[in-house]
């Protein structure tokens, strides 16, 4: 079979990290560009993407779950003598590829290889195998080629983008798998993503979000990353983008510069996601992540000084190879001193090629639930203290859309990261409007729209 022009059609499947969805729109811009369409569902497409994450085990389990479903769904297409492809992408195709072959992935994608993405379509189109055909063979012996960042990863009616600013990592912290699938660190052209966001201001977009696996490890040239916040401060000046934010940042390398650029410039949100891990400095040094506790809540106060009002979230790590009581204590400790707004906690999980995979002292799994258990005791403790304390208070927030729970309520979100629903129209969608707060649902705050809502 041919592709006729404009009838092949997509479905994307996107687990992980904010990266794995901001590249995902950017295959999809390249796929609208050929003509491609989105399909409705898997099983009216011609070509699925699964764009995938290797960080848990977890999410691994669940791609080979989805690859068994459409090995299934091939056999059923077949009888009706419809092709489907499968396109794996993402840090699991760096780490597992031949074995994602081996589970029904016709084609294989690795992090750094999204420049044979235009020729596995090219080569889709132009197949001419019957349904019960090989798929086509792609010359995947491009080693040589460098990462490139796409011009885009905007998608169409958007008014909230990100926009990756660098990829991979140096730090090589012993627990992790990132270094391994997503590679070295890359950092893209400060012209390029200036370009980019003057594009998005003209498209309308209100909030953009910076990312790289450690957006502040950002160097190109001489400009370093404060640099480069200057620079995109000066450029979204009097435009429609009124709110930056950057993801992730790594305590190592977030700079007292970095701290004065955020409090000099108001169009950077008041909060910072900064993952600290673990409380305690010897946890800490056998994970490899080069600052002290002491150093970390430095930097805390920093933040808070320098912009009164900040939130602050973190990524918690309980149960790691050797961790005692004494060492879990610590990370409680800490959490009582910070007290952040919401924190990512998860229990160590083994990751093979790592350095900590092969340290002893793992904890019992009875032993690691019960610590994880508390730490989300005491952070659902912090969140509902933090949240009721703004109760009364006036803010401007970003009207995200309606809300799935009541068609009456607009969900929006402060520029400190909280979760807002207030009665209003759809017309407010992707508008800044100001808000009093009246009470507490969960870790979400109840509000109402005062005066003309709309704030632009």
């Not at 792609?138 to 990756?164: K, M």
């Amino acid at each position: 079979m041919s592709m006729e022009s404009g009838k092949a059609s997509y479905y994307f499947e996107t687990y992980g990290c904010q990266m794995n969805f901001a590249e995902s729109a950017a295959l999809k811009l390249t796929l609208d560009e050929r003509g491609w369409n989105a399909a409705q569902d898997a099983e009216a497409a011609l070509l699925v993407i699964i764009n995938t994450c290797s960080v848990r085990e977890t999410a691994e389990r669940r791609v080979f779950g989805r690859l068994a479903h459409y090995t299934a769904l091939k056999k059923k297409l077949r009888g009706r003598q419809k092709p489907l492809f499968v396109l794996v992408c993402g840090c699991m195709a760096s780490r597992l590829g031949a074995k994602l072959a081996e589970n029904g992935a016709d084609f294989i994608m690795k992090t750094q290889e999204h420049a044979i993405f235009t020729q596995i379509l090219a080569e889709i189109e132009a197949w001419q195998g019957g349904v019960a055909g090989q798929a086509p063979q792609i010359d995947q012996n491009i080693s040589e080629i460098p990462f490139n960042f796409a011009p885009s990863h905007h998608e169409a009616g958007s008014f909230r983008t990100f926009v990756p600013i660098m990829q991979g990592c140096n730090n090589f912290c012993s627990y992790c798998i990132v270094p391994y699938v997503r590679g070295r660190e890359v950092c893209r052209e400060a012209a390029e993503i200036g370009a980019e966001i003057r594009t998005l201001a003209g498209r309308g977009v209100r909030e953009v979000t910076l990312l790289g696996q450690n957006v502040n490890s950002y160097t190109k040239g001489d400009l370093d990353f404060p640099g480069l916040l200057e620079a995109l401060a000066r450029d979204t000046k009097d435009t429609p983008v009124r709110w930056l934010r950057f993801l992730s940042s790594h305590p190592k390398d977030l700079s007292m510069r970095t701290i004065q650029v955020m409090a000099d410039n108001p169009v950077f949100c008041r909060h910072i996601h900064l993952c600290v891990q673990h409380g305690s400095n010897r946890i800490l040094a056998v994970m490899n992540r080069r600052y002290t506790r002491e150093h970390f809540l430095e930097l805390c106060a920093a933040l808070r000084a320098a912009m009164p009002g900040i939130t602050l979230s973190t990524d918690i790590l309980v149960g790691f190879p050797g961790e005692t009581e004494r060492d879990f204590q610590e990370i409680l400790s800490l959490m009582e001193e910070v007290r952040f707004l919401y924190a990512y906690m998860y229990h160590y999980n083994p990751r093979e090629g790592t350095a900590a995979f092969d340290l002893p002292g793992r904890i019992e799994s009875q032993v690691k639930a019960a610590r994880l258990a508390l730490v989300i005791e005491l952070q659902k403790r912090h969140t509902a203290e933090l949240l009721r304390s703004r109760i009364g208070d006036c803010e401007v927030v970003l009207v995200e859309g309606v809300s799935r729970k009541n068609s009456g309520e607009m969900v929006c979100r402060t520029e400190h990261d909280e979760m807002v629903v207030a009665e209003g129209g759809a017309h407010l969608t992707g508008t800044f409007a100001t808000v009093r707060f009246e009470g507490l649902s969960g870790n979400t705050l109840r509000g109402r729209f005062t005066g003309d809502a709309a704030v632009n």
